[in-house]
């Protein structure tokens, strides 16, 4: 039997993807875009969602992660389109997988560095310790002047994937949907597998997983690191989306959004990451044609959603969570 | 380098230690005795600021600015604590950051739909305008030292309103435990938000001192805010002197920091890189301070 | 005599000036039941605490199969086999019964560490985890979420949990408690059963399954084992009826 959430989660992928084939029928690139920064929002946020959603893990830096990936996109594709060496005289690249990796290894060693220190602690010293750390990596992005420093670094021509025209907006959409999908599928695996099960008798009773012999530290590291993975990967795709990447992905304002696309979406949800994004971008561009205040707005009906709505679109559209 | 010099620097990170501890202490009171983490924080100290700025402008004086920011940053304390922040005090610390991360947003563009996009300009006060010559010859801003002082004094007096008066017992039963004082006959409600009204003050009068520094602006208040949470994280959540400490060290190492670093790397590399490296690496010298230490006191160096 | 499967010797804990375990020494044979009681605040909890390892003691030794696990953590310990149910029951409460006993039987496999094949089809999972709860009398209420079920059912789950570890020992934390006559009567017999398989240490309030269950007994006040015996002996004991018996009936 296909469940409710089920056929919700199936309707909204297929609504993001034939919204970007409408919008590319009519020659609305705009609207292309829209559907591309949805599908890239939703994929840092899903790598979020492994942390917070499946571990109970409130990180907030994540746009450290972010950024890292963001970063190795612009700094490997910059390279090669100088041509000149980075450092220890590797050579840049344009190859989106090549590239996706990087930034996966980079946030991994990040992720080990900063979750071996701030998972040891718990609750509120987590969430500002996370911040912390996210916020010297900003720092330093900002003050490192070698790529761009505060004002950051351009991608002349976006990176290129392997028998796909990425200048093309509907190319590229469909790159990073495929990506969104595969985050998504990665989670629903790993949830679950018994990492996933021992993740989350972790988040619901850390001292009854030590009692029955799961040692809660190592299965909250690798779920973060895993997580910090995931949103690399979504800010390499963002960085070549915008063909542009700067130390405000990085931001606390950033890590603050990503927590805001799961919580409106619906926490516990694979496909929550997804709609919130969705809602998110949809707030962002409807609200900011109406009113330059949307800001003001937004935090409304985030306040709204957070006090009285806590099931967000998900919760609305197809119940309550169930849990086997 | 000269001994001047750096006694100028030691007295601007005292100076930022002091602004740092009037944030940290309300949000550590705030987490200490409601248990509940604000991130709305910065806001309070930026209408603080805007607060001073405008009442300053109005009437000249910076004096009733100052009054006015201590007004405006604990009515607005008070109103958000009533409407909002009373409702979070049972939910999870991911609910706080969230909802207190809408009111920064709505705090930040409501600041910007009343005051416009521009940055407003607080003067020193005249009679604090002008250098006071220092022990060795250096000359440092009336203002300036005048700040530490005012710091001083309310650190001082936050000590004595904890330990000898009615509303610190009550503060102090809070921490220890809340059916207490419920048995003492005490309002929690309306004791709550006294504390929340008074830590949203203290934020306001930082915010109003710095403006007088810095321009008045709105997304003020955030660099701060993580800078305190830096301080509360060492000094031990819920400390008040573990708040002080940490504030001046994170004031003194941070403002030192920025100042010797480039010095000492200038001694071992080119001019040009030393700057550069030691310009990064001192922006980020608290954080790693502050990893240094937690991996040796997860709870801070006071924790409660 | 067997070697004990579980040998507390000297074991002291102090929190600031008080005692609360006091030179403690206790052991626990194979096919035993070994009851420890005392009356409220005689530091029952503390000594549990450092039993499963959530507290370090200031100095004595604890030694499980022959083994000195003094300094292992509770994951650890749990995993050489030392089960634990707990004073407050506290499963995992969003998932369902069967889950929660599927989790001890992951952790007691050590494979925690595998992120692709489902569990909810894997058999080495829910074959052992569903005897365990057909042990206990729980198999027909295997898949409602740990909310849903009574108090006395959640005391039943934990035991399952533990069986599910292969427990080579119980600490079972005052599993009486909140259960009615009833369900006190099915437990007792059922937990004389389980002693065969592994001893049980047993700390509860309710004298009449103590003193029908234990083979010994050790009255613990004020941190300190004040007598160790078979039931008859702790009933005559003189210093056992001034200290706790006398007050509390």
């Known amino acids: 039997m296909i469940s409710r959430e089920w056929t919700v989660n199936a309707a909204l992928a297929l609504a993001l993807?034939?919204?970007?084939?409408?919008?590319?029928?009519?020659?609305?690139?705009?609207?292309?875009?829209?559907?591309?920064?949805?599908?890239?929002?939703?994929?840092?946020?899903?790598?979020?969602?492994l942390a917070l959603g499946l571990g109970g893990l409130v990180s907030f830096g994540h746009a450290v992660f972010f950024g890292i990936g963001g970063y190795a996109a612009g700094i490997l594709g910059s390279h090669a389109f100088s041509g000149d060496p980075m450092i220890f005289g590797l050579e840049g690249s344009n190859s989106m997988p090549l590239i996706w990796l990087v930034a996966a290894l980079a946030a991994a060693v990040a992720g080990v560095v900063i979750g071996v220190i701030s998972i040891r602690t718990s609750g509120v010293y987590f969430i500002m310790i996370t911040l912390a750390f996210a916020q010297m990596l900003y720092y330093f992005a900002i003050s490192w002047p070698a790529y761009g420093g505060e004002d950051g670094l351009s991608i002349f021509v976006r990176n290129a994937f392997p028998g796909v025209n990425t200048m093309k907006p509907l190319s590229f959409f469909l790159i990073c949907f495929g990506a969104l999908m595969a985050g998504i599928a990665i989670l629903a695996v790993l949830r679950g597998s018994r990492f996933?099960?021992?993740?989350?008798?972790?988040?619901?009773?850390?001292?009854?997983?030590?009692?029955?012999?799961?040692?809660?530290?190592?299965?909250?590291?690798?779920?973060?690191?895993?997580?910090?993975?995931?949103?690399?990967?979504?800010?390499a795709l963002y960085a070549d989306l915008n063909r542009f990447v700067s130390p405000s992905m990085m931001s606390w304002h950033m890590s603050g959004e990503l927590i805001v696309l799961i919580i409106l979406g619906g926490t516990g949800r694979l496909f929550g990451p997804m709609a919130?994004?969705?809602?998110?971008?949809?707030?962002?561009?409807?609200?900011?044609?109406?009113?330059?205040?949307?800001?003001?707005?937004?935090?409304?009906?985030?306040?709204v959603t957070v006090l009285f709505a806590r099931g967000g679109v998900l919760g609305f559209l197809a119940g309550k969570v169930r849990h086997g | 380098m000269t001994a001047a010099l750096a006694i100028e620097q030691l007295l601007n990170g005292l100076q930022l230690g002091v602004m740092l501890f009037l944030m940290a202490a309300g949000l550590t009171l705030i987490f200490g005795v409601m248990g509940l983490i604000n991130l709305a924080h910065g806001s309070l100290y930026m209408v603080g600021a805007f607060a001073c700025a405008a009442v300053a402008s109005l009437t000249g004086s910076f004096w009733l600015g100052l009054i006015a920011s201590l007004a405006a940053a604990a009515a607005a304390g008070a109103i958000i604590e009533v409407l909002v922040i009373r409702r979070l005090y049972s939910r999870d610390h991911l609910d706080q950051v969230l909802a207190t991360f809408a009111l920064i947003l709505m705090f930040s563009e409501g600041t910007r739909w009343v005051f416009g996009s521009f940055p407003l300009y607080l003067n020193i006060p005249s009679s604090l305008q002008g250098a006071v010559s220092l022990p060795g010859g250096a000359q440092y801003p009336a203002y300036r030292l005048a700040v530490i002082a005012a710091g001083g004094l309310i650190a001082l007096g936050l000590a004595a309103l904890i330990t000898r008066t009615r509303l610190g017992i009550r503060i102090r039963a809070g921490e220890n435990d809340r059916e207490m004082i419920g048995a003492l006959g005490v309002d929690i409600r309306t004791l709550y938000t006294v504390v929340f009204a008074l830590g949203a003050a203290l934020a306001g009068f930082a915010g109003a001192l710095v403006g007088a520094l810095q321009s008045v602006q709105v997304?003020?208040?955030?660099?701060?805010?993580?800078?305190?949470?830096?301080?509360?994280?060492?000094?031990?959540?819920?400390?008040?002197?573990?708040?002080?400490l940490a504030a001046l060290l994170v004031g003194v190492?941070?403002?030192?920091?920025?100042?010797?670093?480039?010095?000492?790397?200038?001694?071992?590399?080119?001019?040009?890189?030393?700057?550069?490296?030691?310009?990064?690496?001192?922006?980020?010298?608290?954080?790693?301070?502050?990893?240094?230490?937690?991996?040796?006191?997860?709870?801070?160096?006071?924790?409660? | 005599m067997a070697e004990p499967v579980l040998q507390i010797s000297n074991l002291v804990k102090s929190f600031g000036a008080l005692r609360a375990t006091d030179d403690v020494t206790l052991d626990l044979y194979p096919g035993e039941i070994h009851a420890l009681i005392g009356p409220n605040g005689a530091g029952k909890s503390t000594l549990i605490h450092q039993i499963c390892g959530t507290h370090a003691p200031n100095s004595g030794t604890i030694r499980f199969m022959g083994e000195d696990i003094t300094?292992?953590?509770?994951?650890?310990?749990?995993?050489?086999?030392?089960?634990r149910t707990f004073q407050i029951s506290s499963i995992a409460p969003e998932f369902s019964a069967l889950r929660n006993v599927m989790l001890a039987v992951q952790a007691r496999q050590g494979s925690s560490f595998r992120f692709f094949k489902p569990v909810r089809s894997d058999k080495s999972?829910?074959?052992?985890?569903?005897?365990?709860l057909e042990r206990v009398?729980?198999?027909?209420?295997?898949?409602?979420?740990?909310?849903?079920?009574?108090?006395?059912?959640?005391?039943?789950?934990?035991?399952?949990?533990?069986?599910?570890?292969?427990?080579r020992a119980f600490l079972l934390d005052e599993p009486m408690a909140g259960m009615g006559p009833e369900g006190s009567r099915a437990l007792t017999s059922f937990l004389a059963d389980l002693k065969q398989e592994a001893p049980i240490l047993l700390v509860e309030h309710d004298m009449d399954a103590v003193f029908a269950l234990a083979d010994r007994i050790s009255v613990l006040v004020y941190g300190k084992i004040i007598a160790t015996g078979s039931v008859e002996d702790i009933r005559r004991d003189p210093a056992v009826r001034t200290a706790y018996l006398g007050d509390h009936d």
Do not use: C
């Open chain 3, 137 to 167: 009398g729980l198999a027909s209420r295997a898949t409602l979420p740990v909310a849903e079920l009574s108090h006395g059912e959640r005391r039943q789950l934990e035991i399952a949990i533990a069986l599910a570890l292969g427990s």
């Open chain 2, 253 to 304: 190492v941070d403002t030192m920091g920025r100042f010797l670093l480039p010095h000492l790397l200038a001694t071992v590399l080119p001019p040009s890189e030393a700057g550069t490296i030691g310009g990064s690496a001192s922006s980020m010298l608290i954080y790693i301070m502050m990893a240094f230490i937690l991996a040796f006191r997860p709870r801070g160096l006071f924790a409660a």
């Open chain 1, 276 to 303: 919130g994004a969705a809602l998110f971008v949809l707030i962002e561009h409807n609200l900011g044609e109406l009113t330059e205040r949307w800001q003001f707005f937004l935090g409304l009906i985030l306040l």
């Open chain 2, 219 to 244: 997304g003020m208040g955030e660099p701060v805010l993580i800078l305190a949470f830096v301080v509360i994280v060492i000094g031990g959540i819920g400390s008040i002197k573990g708040a002080f």
């Open chain 3, 71 to 83: 300094q292992l953590g509770v994951a650890a310990r749990a995993r050489k086999g030392l089960g």
């Open chain 1, 17 to 49: 993807l034939a919204a970007a084939i409408a919008a590319e029928a009519a020659g609305q690139v705009f609207y292309i875009t829209l559907a591309t920064r949805i599908a890239i929002l939703g994929l840092a946020a899903t790598g979020l969602n």
């Open chain 1, 196 to 235: 996933g099960s021992a993740l989350d008798v972790v988040r619901q009773n850390e001292v009854r997983a030590a009692a029955v012999g799961i040692n809660p530290f190592p299965v909250k590291l690798t779920a973060f690191v895993l997580s910090a993975m995931i949103t690399a990967v979504a800010g």
């Open chain 3, 125 to 132: 999972l829910t074959e052992p985890a569903m005897a365990a």
